[in-house]
T-cell receptor
Framework: DTGVSQDPRHKITKRGQNVTFRCDPI?????LYWYRQTLGQGPEFLTY????????KSRLLSDRFSAERPKGSFSTLEIQRTEQGDSAMYLC?????????FGPGTRLTVL | DQQVKQNSPSLSVQEGRISILNCDYT??????FLWYKKYPAEGPTFLIS?????DKNEDGRFTVFLNKSAKHLSLHIVPSQPGDSAVYFC????????????FGTGTRLTVIP
């Protein structure tokens, strides 16, 4: 399977804990995006990478969120000191412009 | 402020008939429009796109129409099949920044056998 993969698929954590998600994009795509989707809404942009450079961050990405893409390959999204409002589906997409191809998402539940 | 709007949360269509899903947008800087299909517990799947310089793009049973003056696009599925039942998201690309996508809130399509 050469699509976008994400790990884990589900994460349940207690408020205040840190969590980290991983995304493996389609190998020939140099752009990688993170989105967040809550119930009844479409995905909302969080941040994006061109190769290893993080070029833009949305105002949704508070200081508790950090993303990396070492060596321009896989990416990680870390949320520190999780809050109940962080509960959502976190989606990763890699891009062969103009289309973006999404992974299956990581569903985060903060108790 | 929602820049991409899908005003119909749901649509039911008989198998074999045409499904028409609508989308409106406000930002004239969008340069591409895309439709995605989403099943529960999966990420959105890319269906079809259209450049802002075109008014129609067709791929098999799927056709997207763009009316720039009205800032409106639609996805036509014909003939509709039960396997088309899913949530459909309209998305628009902002060419001025990260090329990130702005999504509507989705329309749940149910195709009745």
């Amino acid at each position: 399977d050469t699509g976008v993969s994400q790990d884990p698929r589900h994460k349940i954590t207690k408020r205040g804990q840190n969590v980290t998600f991983r995304c493996d994009p389609i190998s020939e795509h140099n752009r990688l995006y993170w989105y967040r989707q809550t119930l009844g809404q479409g995905p909302e942009f969080l941040t994006y990478f061109q190769n290893e450079a993080q070029l833009e961050k949305s105002r949704l990405l508070s200081d508790r969120f950090s993303a990396e893409r070492p060596k321009g390959s896989f990416s990680t999204l870390e949320i520190q000191r999780t809050e109940q409002g962080d509960s959502a589906m976190y989606l990763c997409a890699s891009s062969l412009e103009p289309a973006q191809f999404f992974g299956p998402g990581t569903r985060l539940t903060v108790l | 402020d929602q820049q991409v709007k899908q005003n119909s949360p749901s649509l039911s269509v008989q198998e074999g008939r045409i499904s028409i899903l609508n989308c409106d947008y406000t930002n004239s800087m969008f340069d591409y429009f895309l439709w995605y299909k989403k099943y529960p517990a999966e990420g959105p799947t890319f269906l079809i796109s259209i450049s802002s310089i075109k008014d129609k793009n067709e791929d098999g049973r799927f056709t997207v129409f763009l009316n720039k003056s009205a800032k409106h696009l639609s996805l036509h599925i014909v003939p509709s099949q039960p396997g088309d039942s899913a949530v459909y998201f309209c998305a628009a690309r902002d060419q001025t920044g990260a090329n990130n996508l702005f999504f509507g809130t989705g329309t749940r399509l149910t195709v009745i056998p």
